[in-house]
C-alpha cells in the first residue's frame, strides 16, 4: 500500500462501526472501505490473565488439574488436562459475569455517596472514613485489573508504566485485531469469501 491508499477515521466512527476495515483492491483501483462485515464461526477461548486474581479460579484450575484422570502418551494426557481446565474456565466464566467498568462505575457511586454523606454532617465519621478506604482500595484493585487485561491484550510497555488512557489502547488494539483480520483469499481470481465455496 502506498500512503495515498489509507483512509483517516475518527475513534467515534469506530466506536459506531466496530467492525470497520480497508481492504486494497488490485492494481490502481480504489481502496474498499467496509463498515458492515460480520465474523462468522465460534470465538475462541482466551485466557483471561485478570482471573488469576480470583482465588477461586486458581483453585479450580488447580483442583481441576490434580483430579484429571487421563490414559495414553503423556502429550495426550497433557492435552486433554488443558481442554478440561479450559472448560471449567469456559462454565466459571458463563456463572461469573466480570463486567469491570459496571463494578468501577458502581465503586465509583459508592464513593461519591459517602462523600455527599460525610457533606451532610458536616464532620468526619469514622465509619464514613474507614468505608471510604474500603472504596478507595477496591477501585485500586479494579484498576488494576483493568490494567492488566489491556496489558494482556496489547502488550505495550507504556502500560508498564501505568498509563491509565484505556480508550487511548482499547481503539489501538481494536484496530491491530481489525488490521490482522482475514477476512477471504483471492487465488487466480477465484473469490473465497464464501466459506460455503470449499
Known sequence: MSKLDRFLLASEWLDVFPLT????????????????S????LRPFRFDARWLDNLEVVELIKR????????GSMDFQLHKKLISVKQKLIGWKKDNKFDLKG?????????ELLDLTAQSYGVLIEQVVVKRGVKLKELEDLRRSEEIYWKQRYRNKWLKEGDLNTKFFHTIAST???????????????????????
Not at 38 to 41: D, F, I, K, T
Open 38 to 41: 460480520l465474523r462468522s464461526g
Open 21 to 36: 476495515s480497508v481492504k486494497a483492491l488490485v492494481g490502481h483501483l480504489p481502496s474498499f472501505l467496509d463498515a458492515w
Open 176 to 198: 491491530r485485531r481489525r488490521h490482522n483480520d482475514i477476512s477471504g483469499l483471492n487465488i487466480l481470481g477465484l473469490d473465497l469469501r464464501n466459506p460455503t465455496l470449499g
Open 103 to 111: 463494578k468501577i462505575e458502581g465503586v465509583l457511586t459508592d464513593i
Open 64 to 71: 481441576t488439574w490434580l483430579n484429571f484422570v487421563g490414559m
